[in-house]
């Protein structure tokens, strides 16, 4: 069975710091990788996605990047965390093949930047 | 307006209550839709997937109707544990790869 890990599951980091945020998945091949983030009490948002080694399609503009070194690893990376990018950082997969195949998310990362 | 919406609520009803939830996709291209719940602080899951037959599993009945483009989710018999917060999600050919989630909407099951 496939199972999708993140970490760590929570972070405190002060303003202007470095950011990196590991998701694998296990049990499958070729997925398609994304990162969400949800703000407290919002919806989520969709920040990247991968459907391959070394591509990355970035959905919204900001200090956030996005790097896929492995098939089944995906990290999400900022050089000087924002107040603003506090929140809960989620990692999902789906079936490369599409169709009906539904995603599915990692526990996530809950972030706190002061 | 937003490519997915549902009601707002938050609902608060009583254990053994019916309650609907509704949601409405803007692209009619659509072609999946699906039910996942969200746990405070907890990651989405899974609910059901939604098929054009509508389809039921256990106390949840979903419906989709691609003429008004609209989807629902029926929860019979309330328990305390489904209070969670209910998201609409909708995959079609335009969004590519990607799945549109709706803001959710919160059920709250009371004793």
């Known amino acids: 069975s496939q199972t999708i890990h993140q970490w760590p599951a929570t972070l405190v980091q002060p303003v202007g710091s470095p950011l990196s945020l590991e998701c694998t998945v296990e049990?499958?091949?070729?997925?398609?990788l994304y990162w969400y983030r949800q703000a407290a009490g919002r919806g989520l948002q969709l920040l990247f996605y991968?459907?391959?080694?070394?591509?990355i399609s970035s959905e919204v503009p900001q200090n956030l990047s996005a790097s896929r070194p492995q098939d089944r690893q995906f990290i999400l990376s900022s050089k000087k965390l924002l107040l603003s990018d506090s929140g809960f950082y989620l990692c999902?997969?789906?079936?490369?093949?599409?169709?009906?195949?539904?995603?599915?998310f990692g526990p996530g990362t809950r972030l706190l930047v002061l | 307006r937003k490519e997915v919406e549902q009601d707002p609520g938050p609902f608060n009803v009583p254990e053994g209550a019916t309650v609907a939830f509704n949601c409405t996709y803007s692209n009619s291209a659509s072609q999946s839709f699906f039910w996942y719940r969200q746990d405070c602080r907890k990651e989405p899951k899974l609910l059901m997937s939604v098929y054009s037959s509508g389809n039921e599993d256990g106390r949840f009945t979903a419906q989709l109707n691609r003429a008004s483009q609209y989807i629902s989710l029926l929860i019979r018999d309330s328990k305390l544990s489904d209070s969670a917060t209910y998201l609409c999600?909708?995959?079609?050919?335009?969004?590519?790869?990607?799945?549109?989630f709706g803001p959710g909407t919160r059920l709250s099951v009371l004793p």
């Open positions: 049990g499958t091949s070729n997925p398609n």
């Open positions: 999600v909708v995959k079609g050919p335009n969004y590519g790869q990607n799945f549109v």
């Open positions: 991968s459907v391959g080694i070394g591509q």
């Open positions: 999902a997969w789906s079936p490369r093949r599409g169709g009906a195949e539904t995603q599915y």
